[in-house]
C-alpha cells in the first residue's frame, strides 16, 4: 500500500477577478494533455476581502498508458496536513490557509505571493491594522518542506497579464508536476494579445521561481559538502551538561566548542565561567524559572561570538583549512586533475598589527599612524598577495595561524575581554532584580559585528546603551519597565540605521545623551581644474 502512488495535491487560493477558474482549467488541461488523469473542484469564496475562492486539483502522476486501463479515484477535498502544495496569491490568504492545518512541514510545497491586498479587517482599524509580513513568511517557513514566495502583483505589472498567468508559471517551474515546460505553454497558446501577455507573465515567474531552485539546489550542495569536510561541534563536557539546565545546553554546546576552537581549553573554561554569574543572577531574579533562562541562553549565543572575534589570526586559520580548500574547488567545479591557483588578498593597517603587540608597543603604533593621518597621508597598510596554493604561501598563512598562542598577549585581546566583563557585568546587575531589563541588554549582542570601523561602532553603541539607559535603573527601580523598552528601542534603531541618526534620535527620545561626536581629521585636496584654469 505504500508503495501504491497517490495522487498530487494542489490546493489553488485566488481573489475575485485573478482567474483561479482559467487556472484551474489551464492545470488539468495541461495534465490532460500530457495524457495524465486529474480532477478539479472549487468552493466559492465570499466579497469584500473576507476571503479567497479555493480551487482543489489532484493529479495522478502515472500517465493514462501504464494504468492498463484502471483510473484511479480521486478526492474531493484536500486532507489536514498530507497537501502536496499550497499555491496563493496573497501572503495572509496563504497564512490563513495554513493555520487551517492544510500544509505541513513534511509534504507541503508553499508557493505564495510576497504582496498584500488588504482584508475588511485591516481596513477598518483606526491606526495601522496591516498585519505583519514578517510573521506571515515565520508562519509560511515553519509550516512547509519548501517555499517559492515572490512579488507575482510586480510581475503581473511587468507582464500586463493577469496573476493566474504568473501562478501558471511559478508552478510550472516549481518541477511539482510531471509535465514539460512547452506542456504549460501550449494550453496557453500564442494567438492574440491576452495569449502573449500570459506567456509574458508565465515566463517571468517560471524563470524567477526556477532560479530560486537553483538557488536552494547549490545551498544545499555547499552544506552538504560542509558536513563531510567540517568537523562536528563538540558535544558540551558532562561537568557543564550537570550544572547548567537543559534549556541552555545545545546553543551553550557550540559557544563552548567555538571558544575552545577559538583559543584552546583554558579559553572555553573562561566562557563558561561568564555564564555561570548569568545563571546565577538570573536564578535569583527569577527563582520560579517563568523565563525558561532565556537571558542565558541569549547570553549564551553572543558572549561566544564576541569571544571569537576576528583578527588576522583567524582570518589566516580560515584561508588554510581544509574544508575551505575543497570548498573552493567545488565552487569552480575543478576536477581531480585540473590545476587550481588560489591567491588570498590581504590589506592589514596599523590598527590590525598593534593588535597582536603588548599595550604600550599598541599604543605607540597606533600614535605613529595617528600622525600619518594628521599630516594629510592616508592610514598606513600593507598589501599582500599570497598563493595559498603554493607550499610556501600555505606555510605563511599557517605559521600566522599558529601565532593564536601569542594572542592572550596582545593589546586587543585584553581589550576585548575588558569590553566584554562591562556588558556581563550589566546583564548580571540587571538579571538580579529587572530581568526583563537584562534581557534586553544581552539581546544588544547582536550589535557586535563586522570588523574594523563597524566592530569598533558596535562597541561604542552598547556601552552608550548601557550607562545611559539601562544602568540607571538600578538608582531609578521605577523606571525599569519604560528603560526596558528604551533599551529595546534603541537596540533596533541601531541595527537599523549604520550612520547612528536613528539611534541617537531614540537615545533623546527615551530621556539619554546622544553618542558624542568623535573627531575626524580634515584633509585637504588640491583641486585639478584649477591648474587647468592656471595653463588656460
Known sequence: MNQTPQPISLLLCALGGEGGGILTDWLVETARQAGYPAQATSIPGVAQRTGATTYYLEIFPLPFADLGGRRPVFGLNPLPGRLDA???????????????????????????????????????????????????????????????VLDMAALTKQAGT?????????????????????????????????????????????????????????????????????????????????????????????GHARACEYQNAAY??????????????????????????????????????????????????????ASRSARVRDEVKAGNDDLLRV???FKPGAPEFAAMLPERLAQR????????VAAGRAPWALPLKIGSHSVLGMLALRA?????????????????????????????????VHPPLAHEVALCGRLIKGY????????????HIIDHLALPALAEPASASQRTQAVAAAREAALSDEAGKALDQALRQHGA????????????QHNPRLKVRAKT
Do not use: C
Open 343 to 345: 591567491y588570498d588578498h
Open 400 to 432: 600566522l595561524a599558529a601565532t593564536k598562542r601569542l594572542r592572550p598577549l596582545g593589546s586587543r585581546f585584553q581589550t576585548e575581554q575588558a569590553l566584554i566583563d562591562r556588558w556581563v557585568d550589566a546583564v548580571v546587575q540587571l538579571a538580579a
Open 513 to 524: 545623551p546622544a553618542r558624542p561626536v568623535k573627531a575626524q581629521p580634515i584633509r585637504w
Open 452 to 463: 574594523g570601523s563597524t566592530n569598533e561602532r558596535g562597541k561604542d553603541n552598547l556601552l
Open 86 to 148: 499550497l499555491v496563493s496569491s496573497e501572503l495572509l490568504e496563504t497564512g490563513r490557509q495554513i493555520t487551517n492545518g492544510l500544509a505541513s512541514s513534511e509534504h507541503t510545497l508553499v508557493i505564495s505571493s510576497s504582496a498584500r491586498a488588504l482584508t475588511t479587517g485591516e481596513k477598518m482599524v483606526m491606526g495601522d491594522g496591516r498585519r505583519d509580513a514578517a510573521e506571515l513568511l515565520t508562519l509560511v517557513n515553519t509550516h512547509s518542506r519548501a517555499r517559492h
Open 162 to 254: 493577469v496573476v493566474s498567468a504568473v501562478m501558471f508559471g511559478a508552478i510550472a517551474g516549481s518541477g511539482l508536476l510531471p509535465f514539460a515546460r512547452r506542456d504549460y505553454e501550449a494550453v496557453i497558446g500564442d494567438r492574440g494579445a491576452s495569449a502573449k501577455a500570459s506567456l509574458r507573465g508565465f515566463s517571468l515567474a517560471y524563470d524567477a521561481v526556477s532560479a530560486q531552485r537553483t538557488q536552494t539546489d547549490y545551498i544545499a550542495q555547499v552544506l552538504a559538502t560542509e558536513a563531510v569536510t567540517t568537523p562536528k561541534a563538540k558535544p558540551l563536557p558532562d561537568a557543564l551538561r550537570r550544572e547548567f539546565p537543559l534549556e541552555v545546553h545545545e546553543i551553550m554546546a557550540l
Open 268 to 321: 572555553g573554561e573562561r566562557y563558561a565561567e561568564r555564564l555561570r554569574r548569568v545563571l546565577a543572577a538570573e536564578t535569583q531574579g527569577d527563582p520560579q524559572h517563568l523565563h525558561a533562562y532565556r537571558t542565558t541562553q541569549e547570553m549564551a549565543r553572543w558572549i561566544a561570538l564576541w569571544m571569537a572575534f576576528d583578527d588576522i589570526v583567524l582570518v589566516a586559520d580560515l584561508k588554510s583549512r
Open 365 to 372: 603604533v597606533l600614535a605613529w599612524d595617528r600622525r600619518r
